[in-house]
């Protein structure tokens, strides 16, 4: 399924978050076809995998930890990025409080390594188990991620005499239904009196210098890979024949 | 003239090791086993009342590489600590503390992470 989605939208970089397939044999699987050209990148991170399409010479990890793989894409070229890999642990196991504070400390990792490459061209995407609207998210000393690229663009904000950068979170247009096609990329449903049960979990945050050449309407969540739906009749993600989370594609040009 | 009194009693560093020493006595003792090929480096950060302090090994020779292991947390007193993991960990005394820090260190993950450094540093 994964390699018909690689070869069906033609993605040049693939990014799983907690998957349980052996990344060799899925390898093996997305270079079926010897000109997709896949290759493995480097990692020690082992809740995050990434294949691209080109050499992983070009993909360098500078920061990994269980749940993070932060890494430079320096393609031939082209102007170096930073590519920013997550999966947050999920609200079954934190409170909203230690989410707030692992985005804190994600902030402060993406901020060193953007000093060390002496740019912010970063592009953040990943399985962040919070919504766009959560204060890990929003608030200034959290990721600080806005839904427009024009308060973005401001590059940064001074608050209680502390400078923070922003992130541009697209996926602030992928809630509700007015779309079409999903409701959000993840559904959950229980008997508490608050429950959203649509969520967009699945993100992709750019800073104001990459979100300048980025357009929205590039960015879908998927629910089919090619003819084989990943929802079940009821639109909600089928868990059982491909994963509880739907998809999310996206273009940038770099 | 009144004699002085001393109000403020007897006073000397507290005789717990804290958290941040032992990670730092721990993180001083990586390099020698790899010959610096992997060190461990422990930096602390301060909001508001509390302490955060992160232990990552890093590799000099891929350009300063950095793996964070854990991170963990302790107000103005020392103890108890809690470790950033999910569900998070609370340990309330110094030997809880020198135990779980064992533990981790020694864990066949962190075994793999090392290795695979070793091996990618000297590829």
Redesign the interface.
């Known amino acids: 399924m994964i390699a018909d989605l690689a070869e069906e939208h033609k993605i040049d970089v693939i990014i799983l978050a907690e998957s349980e397939m052996d990344p060799n044999s899925l390898l093996r699987t997305l270079n079926h076809d010897p000109t997709a050209g896949f290759h493995l990148t ?1 990692s ?1 991170c ?1 809740r995050i995998t990434i294949f691209t399409r080109f050499s992983r010479d070009f993909s ?6 269980d749940r ?1 793989s932060i890494r430079t894409l320096s393609l031939p070229a082209r102007a170096e990025v930073i590519l920013v890999a997550v999966h947050f ?2 609200k079954l ?2 409170s909203d409080w ?1 989410q707030g ?2 985005c ?2 994600l902030a ?2 993406i901020a060193e390594q953007e000093e ?1 490459a002496g740019h912010r061209r970063t592009i953040l995407v990943g399985d962040l188990n919070m919504n766009p609207f959560e204060p890990g998210l929003v608030g200034a000393a959290g990721l600080h991620s806005v839904m427009s690229r024009q308060v973005a663009a401001r590059g940064s904000r001074t608050v209680q005499g502390n400078e923070y950068q922003f992130f541009y979170n697209p996926m602030w247009n992928h809630f509700g239904d007015a779309n079409g096609g999903t409701a959000g990329s993840y559904y959950y449903d229980d008997a508490q009196h608050v429950n959203y049960f649509w969520n967009v979990f699945d993100q992709v945050m750019l800073r104001p210098e990459l979100a300048e050449r980025f357009d929205p309407s590039r960015l879908y969540i998927l629910t089919s890979a090619g003819t084989r739906p990943l929802v079940r009749t009821d639109g909600r993600p089928d868990s059982t024949n491909a994963s509880d989370h739907l998809p999310i594609v996206f273009e940038l040009e770099f | 003239m009144a004699t002085q009194t001393d109000f403020w009693g007897e006073i000397g560093p507290a005789e717990v090791r804290t958290p941040a020493a032992i990670l730092r006595e721990q993180a001083a003792l990586l390099g020698t086993k790899t010959r610096n090929v992997v060190v461990a480096k422990v930096s602390t950060q301060v909001d508001d009342d509390t302490f955060y302090h992160s232990f990552k090994l890093v590799v000099p020779a891929l350009s300063g590489y950095a793996y964070e292991l854990f991170i963990i947390a302790n107000g103005v007193n020392p103890y108890p600590v809690t470790v950033a993991f999910s569900p998070p960990v609370k340990v309330k005394t110094e030997e809880e503390f020198t135990a779980w820090l064992k533990t981790i260190l020694s864990s066949v993950e962190t075994k793999r992470i090392i290795s695979n450094l070793l091996a990618q540093a000297t590829a």
Not at chain 1, 60 to 65: A, K, L, Q
């Open positions: 480097a020690n082992r360098r990890p500078t920061f990994e930890s993070i642990p999920s196991h934190l230690d504070f692992e804190t400390q402060r990792r060390a």
